[in-house]
């Protein structure tokens, strides 16, 4: 499978920000759907936020509430998540997953960790009190 390898994470305090960073190798990130998951200690894993390829949609979880924004700079290959108003519940490592046959994100299920095939190791996000 195509692996991305993501960056950005470290500690923050409450109301901070960071951005997460999710680089592809082996394919252009313009052309396949991206989607980024969280999971915080003892919690599932769940959809943060997906873009489709090209100008396509693009999805956030409700708990994202308009803090979180997921953007793709084609000319260096990479995707970001762009995450304001942090809160300690936003602790998680996040992962960035795509999949060589999936180009739009799932208007019903795009949230669901098993459809993407590819996994990038996870970059850790601690947002303290």
């Known amino acids: 499978q195509v692996p991305v390898v993501e960056s950005g994470g470290g500690l923050v305090q409450t109301g901070g920000f960071l951005r997460l960073s999710c680089a592809p190798s082996g394919f252009t990130a313009e052309n396949r759907v991206v989607v980024w998951f969280r999971q915080a200690p003892g919690k599932e894993r769940e959809g943060v936020a997906c873009?489709?390829?090209?100008?396509?949609?693009?999805y956030y979880g409700d708990f994202v509430k308009g803090r979180f924004t997921m953007s793709r700079d084609n000319g260096k290959n990479t995707l970001y998540l762009q995450m304001n108003s942090l809160k300690p519940e936003d602790t998680a490592v996040y992962y960035c997953a795509t999949d060589l046959e999936i180009f739009t994100c799932p208007p019903g299920n795009w949230w669901y960790e098993g459809l993407y095939g590819a996994w990038g190791q996870g970059t850790q996000v601690t947002v303290s009190s």
């Open positions: 873009l489709s390829s090209g100008f396509g949609n693009g």
